[in-house]
């Protein structure tokens, strides 16, 4: 996108091509390459690279199952009594569908396969349930990823992400966000891939971290060790806390955005010192320090998104003005800078971000600079940070 063109270069290689990336590596002699997106690293960029002796962070194929297959996950988790929704896992349509027509009660249907976030369906009734399954399991909209779907209880509460690193021996804990997936306000709409969040989330108790950190993210990291798979990244379980208790929706084998969007203002140490230990098995030795403000991060989408997002280039206005507001970092994300001009590329756009001694402030600042940004078809979520 075009923002790191401010502070570096950016290569026009794909982050799928990844024979292009091992050379554009070995040529420049890279010293630590860190993978954002799960798609490289479901098609193994990590194994690939390391096989060829180069430093990277992020889990192997082995490793990164417990994103990319949800049947794997939901399995993982029953063996290990980690405590998730309900469910069952069908490889046919018609099987599937009694199941789902079995019950009167909502449910939720999750392509096994990555489907870059818009995989997962909340079905309310019999028609949407019919509707869903006929357009993975019969239509095969998302290809391959849908031939396997998890049927699960829908679970009502509050949900929060959190982030571990992992270097096969050291967890370090990052401190809980709270995503908002869905499009439209007060959870309508379909499900995206984050319309924005913020951090800390008060009710989220250092008790209630300690119980996730040994009861859900060590058990993740034994379990996958008896199976002779060493998880070394970072781990990101989505939870929902039904009446405080947690329950793991999801994990995810990367950073989460916009959840990092959010971490990266709070943390006061340096994210390079950590990545870089958690890759060498040093992670005891490295430091996170976070500070105590409140942070808000709202996203700024293309008209259409997540279904058919409108990906022509249209001029940016007001990004320099709002980046004036005291506290606000915007982040790039379906962005381009072309003629020194920054234009929409498709997708989620912009991430606002600021920081505040209260959540009002922040959110405030936030908004504030979103109202002063302007591009055709601008779309974004005016209740982050106000719902749960
Ligand atoms: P996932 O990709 O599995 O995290 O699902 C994406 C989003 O769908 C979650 O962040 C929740 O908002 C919602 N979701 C997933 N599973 C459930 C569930 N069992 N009950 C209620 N909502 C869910
Ligand atoms: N915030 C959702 C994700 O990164 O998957």
């Known amino acids: 996108n075009g923002g790191p063109q401010r502070v570096g270069i950016n290569i026009p290689i794909k982050a799928t091509d990844i024979p292009g990336l091992l050379r554009f590596a070995q040529e420049k ?87 870059d976030g818009k995989g997962v369906y909340i079905c309310k009734n019999e028609q949407e349930k019919r509707e869903v399954l006929e357009k993975v399991m019969v239509k095969r909209v998302h290809g391959e990823a849908g031939d396997r779907v998890v049927i699960e209880k829908r679970l009502k509460g509050i949900e ?106 709070r943390l006061n140490s340096d994210l390079f010192e950590l990545l870089d230990c958690c890759v060498a098995g040093n992670l005891e030795h490295a430091h996170a320090e976070w500070n105590n403000c409140y942070t808000a991060c709202v996203v700024l989408c293309a008209r259409g998104y997540p279904e058919d997002p409108d990906h022509n280039a249209y001029p940016i206005y007001g990004l320099k003005e709002a980046e004036e507001i005291e506290g606000v970092v915007i982040f790039h994300a379906g962005t381009m800078f072309y003629d020194r001009v920054y234009t929409t590329a498709g997708g989620r756009i912009l991430n606002v971000t600021a920081v505040g001694e209260t959540l009002e402030i922040a959110l405030n600042r936030v908004y504030e600079a979103v109202d002063m940004i302007m591009f055709e078809g601008k779309n974004f979520r005016k209740d982050i940070g106000k719902v749960t």
């Open 29 to 115: 002699a890279i010293d630590l390459t860190v993978v954002g997106p799960e798609k490289p690293l479901a098609m193994g960029i990590v194994d690939v690279f390391k096989r060829h002796g180069l430093r990277i962070f992020g889990p192997t194929a082995k490793a990164v199952q417990i994103e990319s297959s949800k049947v794997f996950a939901k399995e993982l988790m029953l063996q290990e009594g980690i405590p998730t929704a309900p469910f069952m896992a069908f490889s046919a349509y018609h099987p599937a569908l009694n199941y789902a027509l079995s019950s009167d009660e909502p449910f939720v249907i999750k392509v096994d396969g990555l489907a």
């Open 160 to 265: 929060v992400s959190i982030h571990a690193l992992f270097d096969g021996t050291t967890t370090v804990m990052f401190p809980a966000s709270q995503d908002h997936k869905s499009l439209l306000e007060h959870g309508e709409g379909p499900n995206t891939g984050g319309m924005g969040c913020y951090s800390p989330v008060s009710r989220f108790t250092s008790d209630l971290m300690s119980n996730v950190k040994h009861l859900i993210v060590q058990t993740v990291f034994s379990a996958l060790a008896k199976h002779e798979i060493l998880f070394n990244a970072c781990l990101y379980p989505g939870l929902m806390l039904v009446n405080g208790k947690p329950y793991v929706l999801e994990f995810n084998a990367r950073f989460g955005d916009p959840e990092m969007q959010v971490y990266v203002r």
